[in-house]
């Protein structure tokens, strides 16, 4: 059977051994019904190792478990969006549908832990890379969710996990014939069904955030011939925030103003942190010395997402984005320019990192709008490039401002030919990738 496009959560996942299987089913449930009476949560695919801590108030790198249910032990109440399959997929979900309410009531258990990870036992000797949480924090907790329409309503012991302080969070994989709500999920195609369905939710002082989501699996032929491929599927997400849905396809997140502390910083310092607001000395391609002043400015809420079990240098952990204007202004007058871009906070403490970043693809009689001037640009160059980027990272700033001219490869720009028979299909002539020309750059530190 071939593997075709996605299978569980793609490729790449695969390769570093993210999960263990793409098996049609899945493991645990909500309602309180399987063996122990409990569902660990650990839907990362690793071993978890788990060591007892001697009580509630002992310290631990993401803080006490006191610390933790101090924002966590109450009753969260938060709209929920019930989602329609994305274009090309065909499974089902009822009996809610559009928006409604969902209630989620947390109450401590007995013990804490430190979780550690480490790659499951192999005994086919082939080494996938296996890549593993960061240690955690567990806490025992009951959980009750329920959503007003029937479709939730279940009650099971978990573990709250944290890595950061401020904010924590659970992942349930379950099985919808195990559920004490009527949730029902179906598809309109015989070949494909959902597999691998979980509730992910994440839990801060400010409220929750969270998703009902799986994979959509499907099989086509059979034997030799057969494929099967699988996309995520995003059944329903919590609140559903304007300023998350602005940002991202699938809405997750919780939107919070630039005013809200959260990764232990506010919007507005985060900001701040990587503007230059004193002019700073750079120089250009040329040798030419001058000063740099760059503004940053938030244009609406951030969007506090949760990364899974991917550690932080890989897109995983904890992470806020807002959406801002950069200003990047030279005290020679070669560049004065306003751009559409990000602020990005993710982690936390000593690695938190806070990056700005703004692309801009242009036409070439567009260069005004790259806020340069005196600009040579090259004959038979196909379009302009952008890029402004400023990072803080363990306390020191750096940042570029780069200008470059884009030239596509012949596949982007002659029609493709039919190849002689046999064989058919069409010729593709030389699809090398696009090539950049650096036309201005500069850079700073502070």
Excluded at 47 to 58: N, Q
Excluded at 146 to 175: H, K
Excluded at 317 to 334: E, F, L, M, Q, W
Excluded at 347 to 357: F, K, P, R, T, W
Aim: glycine share 14%.
């Amino acid at each position: 059977m071939r593997l075709q496009f996605f299978t569980c959560f793609g490729l790449a996942a695969f390769s570093l051994g993210l999960v263990t299987a793409c098996e049609g089913g899945q493991t645990g449930d909500l309602s309180g019904q399987h063996p122990d009476g409990s569902e660990t949560g650990n839907t990362s695919g690793c071993d978890e190792h788990k060591a007892l801590l001697a009580g509630f108030d002992t310290a631990t790198d993401s803080g006490t478990a006191e610390q933790v249910l101090a924002y966590a032990e109450k009753s969260f109440d938060s709209p929920i969006t019930w989602k329609n399959p994305a274009q090309g997929q065909s499974w089902t979900v009822g009996p809610e549908s559009g928006t409604g309410a969902l209630h989620i009531d947390i109450t401590r258990g007995d013990k804490a832990y430190a979780l550690t990870y480490a790659p499951p036992a192999n005994d086919s000797g082939l080494d996938i890379g296996t890549i593993c949480p960061p240690q955690q924090l567990g806490v025992e907790v009951h959980v009750n969710v329920t959503t007003d329409g029937g479709a939730l309503s279940e009650s099971y012991d978990t573990l709250l996990r944290t890595s950061a302080p401020g904010i924590a969070s659970l992942s349930v994989p379950f099985n919808p014939s195990k559920l004490g709500g009527s949730l029902a999920v179906g598809s309109s195609r015989p070949n494909a069904k959902l597999v691998q369905l979980s509730l992910d939710a994440t839990f801060m002082a400010e409220g929750t955030t969270g998703s009902i989501s799986g994979i959509e699996q499907t099989e086509s032929g059979s034997g030799a011939t057969g494929a099967s491929s699988a996309s995520s599927a995003v059944l329903a997400v919590w609140p559903d925030s304007p300023a998350c849905h602005a940002t991202f396809a699938d809405g997750k997140g919780l939107g919070l103003s630039v005013d809200q502390v959260a990764l232990g910083v506010s919007g507005t310092d985060a900001l701040a942190s990587v503007a230059v607001p004193d002019e700073s000395s750079i120089v250009w391609a040329d040798g030419t010395q001058t000063t740099l002043v760059v503004g940053i400015e938030a244009t609406g809420d951030g969007c506090l997402r949760t990364g899974g079990a991917l550690p932080v240098e890989l897109g995983g952990g904890n992470s806020i984005t807002y959406p801002v204007t950069i200003s990047a202004k030279s005290d020679d007058g070669r560049l004065d320019g306003s751009y559409a871009g990000q602020v990005v906070v993710s982690g936390s403490g000593d690695e938190q990192q806070v990056l700005a970043s703004a692309y801009l693809d242009l036409r070439v009689d567009e260069l005004a709008k790259s806020g340069f001037t005196g600009v040579s640009v090259p004959a038979g160059t196909d379009g302009l490039r952008l890029q402004v980027e400023s990072k803080l990272l363990g306390g020191s700033l750096s940042g570029t401002v780069q200008l470059f001219a884009i030239t596509n490869p012949p596949c982007l720009t002659e029609p493709a030919q039919p190849m002689p028979s046999p064989g058919g299909g069409m010729s593709v002539p030389g699809c090398a990738g696009q090539s950049r020309t650096s036309l201005e750059t500069a850079s700073w530190t502070r």
